[in-house]
């Protein structure tokens, strides 16, 4: 482990942290840079209409019944406590809790007629990640295969993953968040906001001494010592290059304007909520500008809603109709419509696909602790941009929200049409040799 400089570096909330800037065999890969592979990959021109993608991934899985997929008619066990309301799309209703986006479901697509293939979070995870399971191994991440095509430019990675770390339940981690089959070298590059906007970045921890202005300099001197230069030559000219990008991430300005939350107006910020998952998603919104390909949003790093390390995630197996109206919806209707709104109001909105939703979805029958558990059989997702028609609904469940009774959808397809929305035709994903067997979600698209 190398441990280079003790600095000063303001947040985007304009604080100073402490911290060491610790430069080990891991910081290429948390850069997204790290194979040799992704250092020679040239940015590849796309023919899709997303220039970037946003995908939102609500860990834990989302109830559809008191989300997206209201049974106003059903048996009360099922239908819950929450009342329906009317949208903007004639025919969609959605739940209560969520009439910012009831308001805007112009700019979306509901999909109600997903399915998956494991009842666990990690193993369904994977699938919602990749489009297969976890065995014999896991397949490149939906995030690593645009990566992959599309390329490094510029410094920012191709990747980022918005979060306070890889998707996990209180056991293991999701097996399929990066690159799999394509190496780490496409794994996400890693960071999270907190609720007031600060910006950390695991890799590049800054310290009190030295502004990021005057990273520079310090980087120069570490090359003008003779005992800084005996470590470099033992290290191979890969990891140096890889060490320079990783301070280019800082010294660029382009990629500091990118990471610098206070940039925008109190207004903006406001109206993303002052919470780690509005502030990220107003990042992914930055990012978008500033070019990144794939922008992947986690609602937490731990599914479970309520146990002593979690971080409210959306696994309500308790506190279901408690959690939902007092946190998790409100936090999501706030945020998810904000981004929404603020894509089509800049422009964005048909250059950038956004997708939002969870492994799985929940037990349509409230359960004994008056809640709802896992349920792989039926969920729904949200959809919205480049090359999706929005306010409608595509497919359907039945009475009781436990199963599609229209064509099921399953998470390679989505994979595949998120993969085609970003310019990889059935050719590229063959050449690649991913996404196997995986078909076009053809009823999203615009005709």
Request: net charge neutral; hydrophobic share 40%; glycine share 10%.
């Amino acid at each position: 482990m190398l441990e280079i400089g003790k600095f000063t570096a303001q947040t985007c909330g304009g604080l100073n942290r402490r911290a060491f800037l610790r430069l080990g065999t891991s910081l290429p890969l948390a850069v997204g840079v790290s194979a040799p592979a992704r250092a020679t990959l040239a940015s590849t021109p796309h023919n899709g209409k997303a220039k970037s993608v946003i995908f939102v991934w609500l860990w834990g899985a989302p109830s559809h019944i008191d989300t997206f997929d209201p049974k106003p008619d059903a048996p009360s066990e099922v239908r819950g406590p929450f009342s329906s309301i009317n949208t903007r799309t004639p025919g969609l209703q959605l739940t209560e809790l969520l009439p910012r986006l009831a308001n805007c479901s112009n700019l979306f697509t509901v999909v109600r007629s997903h399915v998956t293939f494991a009842g666990g979070h990690p193993d369904a995870g994977t699938f919602g990640l990749t489009g297969f399971a976890e065995k014999p191994a896991a397949k490149p991440s939906f995030g690593s295969i645009v990566s992959k095509h599309r390329g490094q430019s510029g410094p920012m990675s191709p990747y980022v993953m918005l979060g306070r770390g890889v998707p996990k339940d209180i056991g293991r981690s999701v097996e399929g968040y990066g690159g799999g089959s394509l190496g780490r070298g496409f794994d996400p590059f890693m960071m999270s906001c907190s609720e007031m906007g600060e910006v950390e970045i695991p890799s590049l921890k800054l310290l009190d001494g030295i502004s990021p202005h005057r990273i520079q300099d310090r980087w120069s001197l570490l090359h003008s010592t003779d005992d800084a230069r005996t470590e470099f030559d033992r290290a191979s000219s890969e990891w140096s290059r890889l060490h320079a990008r990783a301070y280019q991430l800082l010294t660029k300005p382009e990629a500091r304007a990118a990471l610098d939350l206070t940039r925008e107006s109190t207004a903006t910020r406001d109206a993303y909520g002052q919470t780690a998952f509005g502030q990220s998603c107003l990042m992914a919104r930055r990012l978008v500008e500033a070019g990144v390909p794939y922008i992947h949003v986690n609602w937490s790093e731990y599914v479970e809603a309520v146990t002593p390390r979690a971080d409210f995630g959306w696994d309500t197996h308790v506190f279901n109709f408690d959690l939902l109206p007092d946190r998790h919806c409100p936090i999501f209707d706030r945020a998810f419509s904000a981004l929404l709104g603020d894509l089509h109001h800049r422009g964005l909105m048909e250059s950038t696909l956004v997708v939002a939703m969870g492994e799985f979805g929940r037990t349509p029958k409230i359960n004994k602790r008056a809640s709802r558990d896992h349920w792989p059989r039926c969920y729904s997702s949200l959809w919205a941009g480049a090359g999706i028609e929005p306010g409608r609904v595509i497919g359907a469940s039945d009475r009781k929200g436990e199963d599609p009774i229209t064509a099921p959808i399953t998470p390679v397809m989505v994979g595949t049409t998120i993969a085609e929305l970003a310019g990889m035709d059935s050719q590229l994903r063959a050449e690649m040799k991913v996404l196997d067997g995986g078909t076009i979600i053809h009823e999203l698209l615009a005709s």
